[in-house]
């Protein structure tokens, strides 16, 4: 019960004071170049690590005295140097890496952009298909948001199946969540890859 309660502490502990800082105004910059993003990814790897990692397995490292272990135990080899595997510890506990941070809420925002229709200043800019009114018409490329956001949402809206905008938005967030779960930890156990945040390969169920 101990265990339960600190895990769940900790866990509390880093959405509000890590996550909700990291992404803060993250559909506005989350897609930008890899290079400028990768400190905050290292530094989101860094914060699970502590707080999730193995203690034991970290502790032990230093317990090279000769009434611990024997002595050719006590060279430190590169296996010490190597840092924990954090994709475990985000599976565990069900962590979106930044990438698929700015995914998640972007796609929830422009749906409830689409389906509220507020703010009004921008849903008019959104050209809405008259085919079929879930999607969007995409323009000229560019960084600003509104471009962005309908590229993102016509690569996963479609997947979604949508016929209108009438799934509540808590059920929305549900399934899009559990799909980049899924789609974080499709490829491999331990190592990180970029199939592991392609949105193209986001899979609704």
């Not at 895990?7 to 992404?23: D, M, N, Q």
């Not at 998640?104 to 008019?124: A, N, V």
């Amino acid at each position: 019960k101990q265990w339960y309660q600190r895990r769940v502490a900790i866990t509390a502990g880093y959405y509000t004071l890590f996550e909700s800082h990291l992404s803060y105004c993250i559909s506005v910059w989350g897609d930008a170049a890899q290079f400028r993003i990768s400190s905050l990814w290292t530094a989101q790897k860094q914060c699970v690590r502590i707080l999730f990692g193995d203690r034991e397995a970290f502790h032990d490292k230093f317990n090279t005295c000769v009434r611990t272990r024997p002595y050719d135990q006590q060279i430190l080899g590169s296996n010490f140097y190597m840092p924990e595997h954090t994709k475990p510890l985000f599976q565990e506990n069900k962590i979106l890496s930044v990438h698929n941070l700015y995914t998640y809420h972007c796609f929830m925002e422009t749906y409830k952009i689409l389906k509220f229709r507020q703010p009004r200043s921008l849903y008019d800019k959104y050209s809405i298909s008259e085919r079929k009114p879930t999607l969007l018409i995409a323009g000229f490329p560019s960084p600003n948001f509104i471009d962005r956001s309908t590229s993102l949402w016509n690569t996963i809206a479609p997947k979604f199946k949508f016929n209108d905008f009438s799934p509540k938005v808590s059920c929305i967030k549900t399934c899009i969540k559990k799909a980049l779960i899924t789609l974080q930890h499709k490829e491999y156990s331990q190592e990180w890859t970029t199939g592991d945040y392609d949105r193209a390969n986001i899979s609704i169920t």
